[in-house]
Nanobody
């Protein structure tokens, strides 16, 4: 089993930045790909960004050019740098390992509001 713990959420003004972190522990032999999903109130959970073991990345169109996913394979960490945040980025952000049928963190709230 894989445990995922997110951190770094919070309240930020529009145009601001946040960095989310996710620490993976447990059976980490096959945690890739890892990614970030989000779920806004009344909406379905959606993929934000994903990174493969080899470093390949893909992003939702809505965050391209503003968000960047990265990893530290030695520390078993994945990060999501979020810049130029918009109110529509407000959501609970979840760390994920091994795809949607894999493992999930508990989520961290990101609120973008003035």
């Amino acid at each position: 089993q894989v445990q995922l713990v997110e951190s770094g959420g919070g309240l930020v003004q529009p145009g601001g930045s946040l960095r989310l972190s996710c620490l993976a522990s447990g059976n980490i032999v096959t945690i890739w790909p890892m990614g970030w999903y989000r779920q806004a109130p009344g909406k379905q959970r959606e993929l934000v960004a994903r990174i493969s073991r080899g470093g390949s990345t893909n992003y939702a169109d809505s965050v391209k050019g503003r968000f960047a996913i990265s990893r530290d394979s030695v520390k078993n960490m994945v990060y999501l740098q979020m810049n130029n945040l918009k109110p529509e980025d407000t959501a609970v952000y979840y760390c994920n390992a091994r795809g949607e049928a894999g493992n999930w963190g508990q989520g961290t709230q990101v609120t973008v509001s003035s």
